[in-house]
T-cell receptor, first 112, second 115 residues
Framework: AQSVTQLDSQVPVFEEAPVELRCNYS??????LFWYVQYPNQGLQLLLK??????LVKGINGFEAEFNKSQTSFHLRKPSVHISDTAEYFC??????????FGTGTQLKVEL | ETGVTQTPRHLVMGMTNKKSLKCEQH?????MYWYKQSAKKPLELMFV???????ENNSVPSRFSPECPNSSHLFLHLHTLQPEDSALYLC??????????????FGPGTRLTVT
């Protein structure tokens, strides 16, 4: 079985500041990791994914994430956020089987 | 229409009603999913279909009954629901179930309120 922990339920940040959204996972098998974003009244959209290879993964909208196997983490970062990045962000892990397990989400609020 | 569409977007139903949620994907995908999203809780996978066959039922109560007549359409039939079933129900699709084809595309969801 696998699980995902997103410790921060809300992250406020000023526009143009950097941001990091934390994600830790646990799994007894090799994992595949995903970050999704959900804007108000919309479904989830894939930001980026780690399947294999380079541990630094670049996604859409200037986001990137780094897979750290020793720390079982997959933190999401953006060097300079914009108002339009205000949304809820979900980390997800797929281990064995076909099931994607999601975290509880982090609400990113970008302020002027 | 493009992507994944869901109808209705909002639904209010009494506990004795029967209603259905509809999902349609226009992406040529083979796998479809139902998720439940409740406030402050992780997304819960409910059902997975691959090539119209159910491959996963995540211990969902029988008052939720899925139907997948073809790879493009997925329904969730609802009957005798409870107030705790009020949530956002999300449909998703992916090319397949293999990791390389597993990117899921989500619809906007149906906001269900059970009174």
């Amino acid at each position: 079985a696998q699980s995902v922990t997103q410790l921060d339920s809300q992250v406020p940040v000023f526009e143009e500041a950097p941001v990091e959204l934390r994600c830790n996972y646990s799994s007894s098998v090799s994992v595949y990791l995903f970050w999704y974003v959900q804007y108000p009244n919309q479904g989830l959209q894939l930001l980026l994914k780690y399947l294999s290879g380079s541990t630094l993964v670049k996604g859409i909208n200037g986001f990137e994430a780094e897979f750290n196997k020793s720390q079982t983490s997959f933190h999401l970062r953006k060097p300079s956020v914009h108002i339009s990045d205000t949304a809820e962000y979900f980390c997800a892990v797929r281990g064995g089987g076909n099931k994607l397990t999601f975290g509880t989400g982090t609400q990113l609020k970008v302020e002027l | 229409e493009t992507g994944v569409t869901q109808t209705p977007r909002h639904l209010v139903m009494g506990m004795t009603n029967k209603k259905s949620l509809k999902c349609e994907q226009h992406l040529g995908h083979n796998a479809m999913y139902w998720y439940k999203q409740s406030a402050k809780k992780p997304l819960e996978l409910m059902f997975v279909y691959n090539f119209k066959e159910q491959t996963e039922n995540n211990s969902v109560p029988s008052r939720f009954s899925p139907e997948c007549p073809n790879s493009s359409h997925l329904f969730l039939h609802l009957h005798t629901l409870q107030p705790e079933d009020s949530a956002l129900y999300l449909c998703a699709s992916s090319q397949g179930l293999a990791v390389s084809s597993y990117e899921q595309y989500f619809g906007p969801g149906t906001r269900l309120t059970v009174t």
